[in-house]
């Protein structure tokens, strides 16, 4: 234990044992207080500012410590300053003294709590994050739950402690009045209980209701009024119609036929969305064939005098077409069709929120009634206004597949993930590419170092990666094509062939009904959803890269299985989107992956964490395959090893994360990782040689000092 988490426990322990033991316990009593009522007042008569401070203190103190005997304190309020004075005094001491205890609670168990119960507490976190005040508001009204405890149970939640305060001294406002109105009345009270009459307590508890049913009011009614100018159809022909056949759609759609809802999905491109046919798979085809010629590049590093490879462009974007083909089947109308999905070829667009209009491709229309829409429009590449773009064109991940010759000279915009696994590709099949960045690194969401190690890569791999590197105009100059960048007050031109932009990606919101139902979109141009997914229209989802705030196949998939279900049985019962354990990879080399926080945001967040960085150059597998680089840095809760974050940088970091994924979900920690077998020589061990370098630094170093002890006596060494 922290030596001052040791201090402030003896210093509570010392104040509370001196309140028993001077007999304060005696002294707040009912009867006590009454007797000594007249001489209280005599002392506020002749000193009223000192009894004032004085009781202010003493209230705080009792409060502060969890003490008994504030509501008598109250009541003496009551007595001696009147109602207006009284309740002014005692709503801002028991509101100060409240906040110290929930301080004191944080400070001393917040972090043994969360480390030890965290992950069973995981709703009532993000139901705290999300309404906290609402709950602290209700819980305040609630007569039957005693004061003291509400302060401490709340220190060890996420409420910030300012919303804890000014709530507290909104919700006891109500209670501190009736407590000092009857200790106006004092002589006349025979026995505190009485204060509280049943119908008071039901008038407080409805009160204390209040906010969360006027929440849920304000929900319903903005709900009926966007639906009160729509005529809702008696019957509907379908449960669920899908806008969108990527990611998100095909599992809406998958997930609704195979619990036996009729279902129909409309993709007005091509099935399997931008993962199938712009995004994911065409990337990773791409960049494994790169791959495979920097291997070749290598060869002498693996004992071969001499490799060579020929090859022709176009052929490796042919075989990235011949891999899209491949899993093309996986996201067919056929197989959909198949597992009872109706697939309509055409443009969707909402008309009413239970009615939507197919354009069909052969021309004709069709409109089609629902009782539930999902839509899973996915987001397009995001090419900025910068003046000259459109005279010089630019590339996008949409349209960057349709290339056959390689560009000598590439510039990418953009230091994200998709910008960085480009850049990597196209550098090793041979352009000369400039990658821009007009922040300081490129990977920006993640740590210095490991931006840093990827960076280190690049420009060792002759890729010239500009940072700190803003564009600000294109222009043709010679017959050739320029970026005209802002660099430390000054402008670098950078000549190129073809320009590639990755700046990011816009959710496609329009042109397809959201605007004539009215149903909002974010600052980040996402549709608004709730936690369960739904719009401003109840039975209208929205989920993958439309709905945000993740841009991943994978979290389009999770996130369907929500919509979908929701849709479907949401009468029953709704279940809120989880986020909790995210995990995703960027594709470059050295491959780069994460889940949970990173060192940058835990310390943002001022989340308590110890790192444990286990260095990849040292396993014996990456050492035998000349991969022998990277690291896994393990963020885990102080003390304990309950893991709130992982990166890995290296050879198949996304496969690797998988096992700290799983053990994040179920709440296993470290102990449990070392404590399994990985096969020698894997990879895999790097993650169980992590969780060692964790065990190491909490060897117990006293209990290793006896046992050093008795084996010298046991070798009879005195
Ligand atoms: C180059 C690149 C690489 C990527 N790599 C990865 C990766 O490695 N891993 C990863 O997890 N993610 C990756 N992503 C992101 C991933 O592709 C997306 O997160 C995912 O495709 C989103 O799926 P979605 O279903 O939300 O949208 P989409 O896949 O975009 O699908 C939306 C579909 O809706 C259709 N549509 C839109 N409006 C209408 C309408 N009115 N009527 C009918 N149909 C409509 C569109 O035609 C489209 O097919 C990558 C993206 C790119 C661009």
């Given at each position: 234990m922290k030596k001052s988490k040791l201090v402030v426990i003896v210093v509570i322990a010392l104040l509370i044992g001196a309140f028993f033991a001077l007999g304060g316990h005696r002294y707040l009593s009912f009867e006590n207080i009454k007797a000594q009522q007249s001489s209280i007042q005599a002392l506020f008569g002749s000193h009223p500012w000192t009894t004032a401070l004085l009781f202010f203190l003493a209230y705080v103190a009792v409060t502060g410590l969890s003490l008994p005997g504030a509501a008598l304190m109250t009541l003496i309020a009551g007595?001696?300053?009147?109602?207006?004075?009284?309740?002014?005094?005692?709503?801002?001491?028991?509101?100060?003294?409240?906040?110290l205890a929930f301080v004191v609670s944080r400070f001393l168990l917040r972090d043994w709590v969360q480390a030890r119960f965290g992950h069973a507490l995981r709703a009532i976190n993000e139901g705290v994050a999300r309404e906290g005040g609402l709950y602290l508001f209700t819980l305040r009204l609630i007569p039957a739950i005693p004061f003291f405890v509400i302060n401490l149970a709340?220190?060890?939640?996420?409420?910030?402690?300012?919303?804890?305060?000014?709530?507290?001294?909104?919700?006891?406002?109500?209670?501190?009045?009736?407590?000092?109105?009857?200790?106006?009345?004092?002589?006349?009270?025979?026995?505190?209980?009485?204060?509280?009459?049943?119908?008071?307590?039901?008038?407080?508890?409805?009160?204390?209701?209040?906010?969360?049913?006027?929440?849920?009011?304000?929900?319903?009614?903005?709900?009926?009024?966007?639906?009160?100018r729509w005529r809702r159809p008696a019957r509907f022909d379908r449960n669920v119609v899908v806008i969108g056949a990527g990611s998100a759609g095909l599992v809406s759609a998958l997930i609704g036929a195979t619990v036996r809802a009729k279902v129909t999905l409309v993709e007005k491109h091509r099935m399997g969305g931008d993962c199938l046919n712009t995004g994911c798979v065409p990337s990773k085809a791409l960049i494994k064939s790169a791959r495979v010629l920097d291997q070749i590049r290598r060869a002498q590093d693996y004992g071969l005098q001499q490799a060579s490879a020929t090859f022709d462009f176009a052929e490796v974007m042919a075989r990235v077409q011949r891999v899209i083909k491949t899993i093309e089947p996986h996201d067919s109308v056929e197989r959909y069709t198949e597992l009872g999905v109706e697939c309509l070829a055409g443009e969707a667009k909402i008309v009413t929120p239970w009615e939507v209009e197919v354009a069909l491709a052969d021309g004709a229309t069709r409109r089609l009634s629902t009782r539930s829409i999902v839509i899973a429009a996915g987001a397009r590449p995001f090419v900025p206004p910068i003046p000259g773009i459109e005279d010089v064109g630019a590339l996008t991940s949409d349209t960057v597949w349709n290339l056959r010759s390689l560009p000598r000279r590439l510039v990418v915009l953009g230091g994200g993930p998709i910008g960085s696994e480009l850049?990597?590709?196209?550098?090793?099949?041979?352009?000369?590419?400039?990658?821009?960045?007009?922040?300081?690194?490129?990977?920006?969401?993640?740590?210095?170092?490991?931006?840093?190690?990827?960076?280190?890569?690049?420009?060792?791999?002759?890729?010239?990666v500009r940072v700190n590197h803003t564009a600000k105009r294109f222009l043709r100059e010679n017959g050739e094509?320029?970026?005209?960048?802002?660099?430390?007050?000054?402008?670098?031109?950078?000549?190129?062939?073809?320009?590639?932009?990755?700046?990011?990606?816009?959710?496609?919101?329009?042109?397809?009904?959201?605007?004539?139902?009215?149903?909002?979109?974010?600052?980040?141009?996402?549709?608004?959803?709730?936690?369960y997914l739904q719009t401003l229209y109840p039975n209208i989802y929205a989920c993958g890269d439309v709905a945000g705030p993740y841009q991943f196949t994978h979290v389009g998939s999770h996130q369907a299985w929500y919509a979908a279900v929701n849709a479907l049985f949401g009468g029953f019962k709704k279940f809120r989107a989880d986020y909790s354990v995210i995990p995703w990879a960027t594709f470059v080399d050295p491959e780069v992956a994460r889940v949970g926080l990173n060192e940058t945001e835990a310390r943002e967040r001022n989340i308590p964490h110890e790192i444990t960085v286990y260095g990849i150059d040292d396993l014996d597998r990456a050492i035998a395959d000349g991969e022998a680089h990277g690291m896994v840095k393990v963020l885990t809760v102080p003390g304990k090893d309950r893991i709130i974050g992982v990166t890995i940088v290296g050879e198949h970091a996304g496969d690797l994360i998988a096992e700290f994924v799983l053990a994040m979900r179920h709440g296993l920690g470290l102990n449990k990782i070392l404590g399994t077998i990985h096969i020698y020589p894997t990879l895999a061990e790097a993650n169980k040689y992590a969780a060692g370098a964790w065990k190491k630094a909490h060897a117990p170093q006293g209990v290793l000092r006896w046992l050093a002890r008795y084996h010298a006596w046991m070798r009879g060494e005195k």
């Open positions: 007595a001696i300053f009147g109602l207006l004075w009284g309740t002014l005094i005692v709503s801002f001491a028991s509101s100060v003294g409240a906040t709340m220190g060890l939640t996420p409420l910030r402690t300012w919303t804890f305060y000014w709530v507290s001294q909104i919700g006891m406002l109500a209670g501190t009045l009736v407590y000092v109105n009857a200790g106006t009345q004092l002589a006349a009270i025979e026995t505190p209980s009485g204060i509280l009459s049943p119908g008071l307590i039901g008038a407080f508890v409805l009160l204390g209701l209040f906010p969360l049913i006027a929440k849920r009011a304000v929900e319903f009614v903005k709900a009926r009024r966007a639906y009160a850049t990597q590709a196209f550098a090793r099949l041979g352009a000369q590419v400039t990658q821009v960045e007009m922040l300081p690194r490129i990977l920006m969401r993640e740590d210095p170092d490991v931006s840093e190690r990827v960076m280190r890569r690049f420009t060792a791999e002759g890729i010239d094509k320029v970026l005209i960048a802002e660099h430390q007050g000054g402008e670098v031109r950078i000549a190129f062939d073809e320009l590639l932009c990755a700046v990011g990606r816009v959710p496609n919101t329009e042109g397809y009904g959201l605007e004539t139902l009215g149903i909002p979109t974010t600052r980040a141009r996402t549709v608004e959803t709730n936690e």
